[in-house]
């Protein structure tokens, strides 16, 4: 671990603790997830749940191990053989009221460039429904996550890139999410 990178989350944990007590729950993220799409006119979005590793549903997701996302999808563009997925992970926190804002987590840089064709997506990604499992696997960064609020909204996006053309497909989960292990001590 790039140690300028910790020292920085550390902070950023630390800061982030105890804040945001005060910030409404976006979206209705403490009954349930909230995704949408970005405008686009390639795909549509039927469904998404999220499941825990044993394929039960969660909720409020636990952010320690692996997060499988089901998306019920169709597609309607030319068939893609080069796709590029960025994920990125923010989290919901200010003072009060107007000041609540999503604030990117530095970590998942990680999680960037990565291809979408052995993340769940079949390549050639052809037209028609599809039914996608996204596994995003936080097991390596449970000592970060450890630092993050727990029981707090975070957002996922997932960012699609076609290479070959440039399309874009941006999807957005907003979930609320535990980051402690309740075996561990509990923080101040
Ligand atoms: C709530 O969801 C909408 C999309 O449904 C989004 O545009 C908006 O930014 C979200 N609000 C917050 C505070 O995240
Ligand atoms: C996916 O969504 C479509 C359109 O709502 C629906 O007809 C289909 O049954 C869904 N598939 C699954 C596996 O849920």
Same mark, same amino acid.
């Given at each position: 671990?790039?140690?300028?990178?910790?020292?920085?989350?550390?902070?950023?944990?630390?800061?982030?603790?105890?804040?945001? +007590?005060?910030?409404? %729950?976006?979206?209705?993220?403490?009954? &349930?997830?909230?995704? %949408?799409?970005?405008?686009?006119?390639?795909?549509?979005?039927? +469904?998404?749940?999220?499941?825990?590793?044993?394929?039960?549903?969660?909720?409020?997701?636990?952010?320690?191990?692996?997060?499988?996302?089901?998306?019920?999808?169709?597609?309607?563009?030319?068939?893609?053989?080069?796709?590029?997925?960025?994920?990125?992970? &923010?989290? %919901?926190?200010?003072?009060?009221?107007?000041?609540?804002? %999503?604030?990117?987590?530095?970590?998942?840089?990680?999680?960037?460039?990565?291809? &979408?064709?052995?993340?769940?997506?079949?390549?050639?990604?052809?037209?028609?429904?599809?039914?996608?499992?996204?596994?995003?696997?936080?097991?390596?960064?449970?000592?970060?996550?450890?630092?993050?609020?727990?029981?707090?909204?975070?957002?996922?996006?997932?960012?699609?890139?076609?290479?070959?053309?440039?399309?874009?497909?941006?999807?957005?989960?907003?979930?609320?999410?535990?980051?402690?292990?309740?075996?561990?001590?509990?923080?101040?």
């Amino acid at each position: 671990m790039n140690k300028i990178l910790l020292v920085f989350l550390l902070v950023l944990g630390f800061c982030s603790h105890g804040l945001g +007590d005060s910030c409404p %729950w976006p979206n209705g993220t403490d009954k &349930a997830l909230h995704w %949408w799409l970005d405008p686009n006119n390639l795909v549509t979005i039927h +469904d998404v749940q999220l499941y825990d590793a044993n394929g039960n549903p969660e909720y409020p997701v636990n952010l320690l191990g692996q997060l499988y996302m089901t998306i019920n999808l169709t597609y309607t563009g030319p068939a893609i053989t080069n796709f590029r997925l960025d994920e990125d992970i &923010a989290e %919901w926190g200010g003072f009060s009221g107007d000041d609540c804002k %999503w604030s990117d987590l530095p970590t998942f840089g990680l999680l960037s460039n990565l291809d &979408a064709c052995a993340q769940g997506f079949h390549c050639p990604f052809e037209p028609g429904n599809h039914i996608l499992q996204l596994e995003t696997d936080f097991t390596n960064y449970d000592v970060i996550i450890n630092l993050l609020k727990n029981d707090t909204p975070y957002e996922l996006t997932y960012d699609l890139t076609n290479k070959d053309t440039g399309d874009k497909i941006v999807i957005h989960a907003q979930a609320r999410c535990i980051t402690q292990n309740p075996t561990s001590a509990p923080k101040h």
